[in-house]
């Protein structure tokens, strides 16, 4: 699996241009990965992970597939967007289908940029997209409990745990709270998932810096780093301006141009990699003479599980998976010398696979 992040942010902070330079990259990868424009407000990115072209180097694999990351970008929101203002309806629509928000948050001054609310505050902005999101999750629940309450009080027992599991959600929204802040049970984290609330997203804020703060970041972004440390989640600074310009670059060129700015990777790089944290993602490999390849699971994910991403028969007929950590695979030059060195590991089905496991399936047809 990959995941599927939507690009949220009010009118211009940068939104558009920072989805651009993604699809760009995206573009530049075409000539070595798979690549594919689902639509022209969808881009699909190779994610980064210079373990992959090592393990590809060591296996003298033909192709290398990096695991994807779907970015999405939502039209801008604005206040009132919960009642059908600007794009109301499209935009909770396509944020509905998302894993996570990465929340662009305009964290520089240009006079020649006007900003829809008169003024640069990162924090107002984040929270005038919050309440529009907050007041949609309101507006549903509240139409969704009446009946619900109804079947309850007939007996439905279903029905019961769910309103209790919405007047928790309710309790949050009402108090001008995101939906992600109810106390859900292990079991009831599926039907939590099923209301499909906006507010329930992780968020990824995304601070947009002007140039000369790319590397460290402003007195803005801080603010925002601050906010996303109390939620319990992700930012990361980023100049979209930057980033632009380097998706356009020959690659022979982007490492003296980031020097030249004070950065050692492109900022979407870091993007990438604190969503996959915000997600609790890992990426596993399998390698061969055909292909090296990585694949993206959940944290916690079993051997079986971890097959199935391949193909579903993988996990129905599951028997082992041959496992090798990538410390080993590397230091021991591949398969064969981690074999002889006694570092291929059997594991069964309980096995639960770990960041960097390069893996074999064997499984029964």
Request: proline share 3%.
């Amino acid at each position: 699996m990959g995941f599927k992040c939507g690009i949220v942010g009010l009118p211009n902070v940068g939104k558009s241009t920072l989805f651009n330079a993604l699809t760009q990259t995206a573009a530049a990868q075409a000539a070595n990965y798979p690549f594919c424009t689902i639509e022209p407000n969808v881009g699909d990115v190779a994610v980064p992970d210079p373990r992959l072209d090592q393990l590809a180097a060591i296996g003298k694999s033909q192709q290398i597939i990096p695991t994807r990351i779907t970015f999405v970008d939502i039209a801008g929101i604005v206040r009132g967007a919960s009642k059908g203002e600007g794009l109301g309806n499209q935009f909770l629509a396509n944020i509905r289908e998302v894993d996570a928000i990465v929340h662009v948050v305009r964290c520089f001054e240009d006079g020649d940029i006007t900003h829809v609310e008169g003024k640069v505050d990162p924090i107002a902005d984040i929270e005038t997209i919050e309440t529009e999101l907050m007041l949609a999750d309101l507006e549903s629940l509240e139409k969704r409990v009446i009946n619900l309450e109804k079947k309850a009080k007939g007996g439905d027992k279903e029905s019961k745990e769910l309103v209790d599991l919405i007047n928790r959600a309710l309790v949050h929204l009402r108090d001008g709270r995101p939906a992600r802040m109810t106390e859900v049970k292990v079991e009831e984290q599926k039907a939590f998932e099923m209301l499909n609330l906006l507010t329930s997203k992780k968020v990824l804020y995304v601070c947009n810096v002007e140039e000369a703060s790319a590397d460290k970041g402003n007195a803005f972004s801080e603010k925002v780093f601050a906010r996303a440390k109390e939620e319990g989640g992700k930012a990361v600074v980023v100049s979209a301006k930057i980033e632009s310009e380097i998706a356009v670059m020959p690659a022979e060129d982007q490492k003296d141009f980031l020097e030249a700015v004070g950065l050692t990777e492109p900022g979407l790089n870091r993007v990438i990699r604190a969503g996959y944290d915000l997600l609790h993602l890992v990426t596993y490999f399998t390698v061969g003479p055909k292909e090296a390849r990585a694949w993206t699971i959940t944290q916690g994910t079993k051997a079986p599980g971890a097959a199935g991403v391949i193909h579903t028969d993988f996990e129905k007929g599951f028997i082992r998976a041959e496992t090798i950590a990538y410390a080993d695979y590397t230091a021991l030059g591949g398969e064969a010398g981690a074999r002889d060195a006694g570092k291929l590991r059997l594991e069964g089905k309980e096995y639960v696979v770990a960041d960097g496991d390069v893996l074999h399936f064997r499984f029964a047809n």
